[in-house]
Nanobody
Framework: QVQLVESGGGLVQPGGSLRLSCAAS????????MGWYRQAPGKERELVAR???????NYADFAKGRFTISRANAQNTMYLQLNSLKPEDTAVYYC??????????????WGQGTQVTVSS
């Protein structure tokens, strides 16, 4: 069974930066979409950024100009660079990979999340 594990979260001051990582336990084939989501206390989970393979890269309005999504294929790892962090960015950040297995079955994998806290 595929496992996704996020890391890199922590406590930072406003204006600071973090780089989040998402590592897969093994190879994931036929990926359609990979992305990052977040969930703040008392709020619903929301999209931060995603890469639609062969099509586009999308960012939420709050992420544009501050966050960058990227991927290192050889290491089965993707990243989310967080810059110019604000207190309202405080949330648990989750990575997600969506696609279709050989044979036609779809998959939708999620990590357990990593906590980002922005506070002075």
């Amino acid at each position: 069974q595929v496992q996704l594990v996020e890391s890199g979260g922590g406590l930072v001051q406003p204006g600071g930066s973090l780089r989040l990582s998402c590592a897969a336990s093994g190879s994931i084939f036929n990926i359609n979409v990979m992305g990052w989501y977040r969930q703040a206390p008392g709020k619903e989970r929301e999209l931060v950024a995603r890469i639609i393979m062969g099509a586009s890269t999308n960012y939420a309005d709050f992420a544009k100009g501050r966050f960058t999504i990227s991927r290192a294929n050889a290491q089965n790892t993707m990243y989310l660079q967080l810059n110019s962090l604000k207190p309202e960015d405080t949330a648990v950040y989750y990575c997600n990979v969506y696609g279709r297995k050989f044979g036609g079955e779809s998959y939708d994998y999620w990590g357990q999340g990593t906590q980002v806290t922005v506070s002075s």
